[in-house]
């Protein structure tokens, strides 16, 4: 999962970060703002609750005995019940808390010592206590205690929106006990639907505006990269505009500078092995006409084969420091009629080259940097792999935006320690260091960098059971 993460873009993960964040703040903040509400809620309810049944009791102490129901019914509001009983309903206290020490100091202070209370710790709804004594007049049974706990066990089954905070038991002068139950309204404890879309809407504005500046911030890293791309492809310079975070200038800046000093090194070098092709013609030229009057022999043949071979290791000096000045623009071609033609006129030279794929739709691509990319491996082939007599196969795939050549030989093959040498300029192995030879260790190294001028690459890979395995991947178009 950490693996999968890492390699998300940056804003995914920033998003991501950001937005667990705000889940896991949010979430905070409810719970501990939910918790001081409901404590600060159920402290209020249950000291007006104390103070309303402390006026009650001493309206009853007061009045006529006939009058208390009427006081008790009249006293019954939906967020606080009343009744009165020979037992009290909360035969004790637990002074556990400082909140049940503090209303039963409330009673002490109103002369009422003999006080039972209960804080309410679980959420429930307080019953309909008028409903309940109504029913009880009706029929006759305030007195009968009996009768009274039934009708109570009965109308239990009834709930409404209030959520019970405190439950006691005060004992009146007259020896009997007033129960109470205390409640607030169940909407009174919950989130507004208003209060919540607005949080979810401050949320959603903030994560937005957050992904929004951070997008911002990275355009001129995708700048980066476009231009690092374009430069390595078509070496052409593309100056950023250095303008962003203060952060990513210095980085820009450098990346500029980087781009100039390469461009100016690849001009100096192309310069210099220009002028050191010039200047070694002419005395070549010159060597050339002076053996020209030396009378015919071995040695003389000799001389004209190294001028010859030097020639050639100029001219293919030049063409490997000058390819990547003079990329080919790309065109739609059919690659069928390209390869085939390449193998035929091997054929006529003798060489049995193997062409095993088939492709009929036309593509986007350079086609004769393709040709000579080929015909260098297969000239390479044909130089290691057992000469005119070797077996040389070309299979080409087309897999999305890529195509992938492979030129594989029957030959000796090259060890793999040797891949990565083998493909840098002049470097020949052991076998083909030899005066006689043409090859100048340059063929390889010009496919490699012709397909690294279209964003392409060279590798090799043993073939099975014998012999090398060259490939190449170019980005080509399809001409759909």
Known sequence: MTRWFSRQTLIFQIGIVIILGFILSLWLFFYLLSSERAESLNYLSSTSAVQRVISVSEALDK???????????????PDLSLSI????NVVTTSNSSSEEKQLLSLFRSANLNQAHVSLVTSQRAILDMEDMHNSMMRNGMMRNSMMRNDMMKQMSMRRFGYIATIDGSVRLPSGEWLNFSSGVREEATEWSFALLFSLFAVATIVVLLSL???????????ALADAAKKFGIEKELV???EKGASDLLPTIAAFNEMQRKLTSYINDRTKLLAAISHDLKTPLTSLRLRLEFIEESEDKQQMLNTLQLMEKMLNATMSFAKQQNELEARQLTNINTLFQTIVDEYAEKGVSVIYESSHEDPISCPPVSIR??????????IQYAGGYESVICIDVELSGEMMIISVTDEGPGIE????EEVIKPFVRLDSARDTTSSNVGLGLSITQSIAQSYGGKLSLQQNTPTGLRAIIELPVLSGD
């Open 212 to 222: 929004w500046i951070i997008k911002q911030a990275l355009k001129p890293i995708a």
């Open 416 to 419: 793999e320690d040797k891949f």
């Open 239 to 241: 100056p950023l505009d």
């Open 63 to 77: 009045t006529p005995e006939a009058l208390h129901e009427n006081i008790i019914r009249i006293s019954t509001t």
């Open 85 to 88: 009983s020979v037992r009290p």
């Open 372 to 381: 000579r990319m080929v015909e260098n491996l297969v000239n390479n082939s």
